[in-house]
């Protein structure tokens, strides 16, 4: 099954891993920026807004990186006031303030690491190379000052949730090839977990990869796990072009189902 179904997924990677098929996605807005320091910056905002309506994400995405300007890097390194987003702001869960709270927090690991690449760095040797204890630290320096009980931005591996949209900025920045830009070396694609939502649950379900009925972070790393048996070397490699069913016309998930059922 394994080998039908790899030949099936690289057919898919082939065809819709294309940079002209990522909108609307916020993903999109990382290709505005050509220095790492300032995609990075993109990539984590883009990520931690990147929940509800689709047309929502790409509204509030483009207005906080817009209060950046073209340098986000510059602009966060010499600011002093951080009412940088303005209190109108809302998306779901998310307000201005909640939003300013993340930049503050940015700001200050930059002064002191110059890069999100370098704090995660710091975060993974503290934490003897365990990434799931490193990214704790990172979510945790991220979140610092948030109010309790308020919506995480920057989800942490020790709440157990599936961590998406954390799974989903590192996916980006770690990766590249036609669709995710990469840049970063401080983790590798083996390293990765797949982003996991109710839709990649799902498709997972039908592969077999997982019996679990919620999308919790041991769902993750089991679907992560079946990945890997097919691409041991980056098991999130078909994570975009599987979230294109439902979304692109002539992908439907009723197709993974049949070729589940095809003979050898």
């Known amino acids: 099954m394994n080998k039908k179904l790899k030949s099936f997924l690289e057919g898919l990677y082939y065809v819709y891993q294309r940079r002209e098929l990522i909108n609307p996605d916020p993903l999109h807005f990382l290709y505005d920026y050509e220095d790492v320091k300032d995609l990075e910056i993109a990539g984590?905002?883009?990520?931690?807004?990147?929940?509800?309506?689709v047309s929502q994400i790409m509204k509030s995405v483009d207005g906080v990186l817009s209060c950046l300007g073209?340098?986000?890097?510059?602009?966060?390194?010499?600011?002093?006031?951080?009412?940088?987003?303005?209190?109108?702001?809302?998306?779901?869960?998310?307000?201005?303030?909640?939003?300013?709270?993340?930049?503050?927090?940015?700001?200050?690991?930059?002064?002191?690491?110059?890069?999100?690449?370098?704090?995660?760095?710091?975060?993974l040797r503290i934490s003897n190379g365990n990434i799931f204890d490193g990214l704790d630290e990172f979510s945790g320096?991220?979140?610092?000052?948030?109010?309790?009980?308020?919506?995480?931005?920057?989800?942490?591996?020790?709440?157990?949730?599936?961590?998406?949209?954390?799974?989903?900025?590192?996916?980006?920045?770690?990766?590249?090839?036609?669709?995710?830009?990469?840049?970063?070396?401080?983790?590798?694609?083996?390293?990765?977990?797949?982003?996991?939502?109710?839709?990649?649950?799902?498709?997972?379900?039908?592969?077999?990869?997982?019996?679990?009925?919620s999308a919790d972070l041991k769902t993750a790393a089991e679907i992560t796990e079946g990945f890997r048996e097919i691409c041991p070397e980056d098991p999130v490699k078909y994570d975009f072009v599987l979230t294109r069913f439902g979304i692109r016309a002539g992908l439907n998930v009723n197709e993974i189902s049949e070729l589940l059922t095809l003979p050898e």
Do not use: Q
């Not at 920057?154 to 954390?166: E, H, I, M, Q, W």
């Open 70 to 123: 073209r340098n986000p890097h510059k602009f966060l390194i010499n600011n002093r006031n951080f009412d940088i987003v303005p209190e109108s702001f809302k998306h779901r869960f998310t307000t201005g303030y909640d939003i300013n709270i993340l930049l503050k927090n940015i700001s200050e690991i930059l002064k002191e690491y110059d890069s999100l690449e370098k704090f995660l760095a710091e975060c």
């Open 141 to 213: 320096r991220l979140s610092k000052g948030k109010n309790e009980g308020s919506f995480s931005l920057v989800t942490a591996p020790k709440d157990g949730s599936a961590c998406k949209r954390l799974f989903l900025f590192l996916k980006w920045l770690v990766r590249k090839d036609n669709v995710d830009p990469g840049g970063w070396n401080v983790l590798r694609p083996c390293d990765l977990i797949v982003p996991t939502d109710t839709h990649m649950h799902n498709i997972s379900r039908i592969l077999g990869f997982t019996k679990r009925k």
């Open 44 to 53: 984590i905002i883009a990520s931690s807004l990147a929940y509800g309506r």
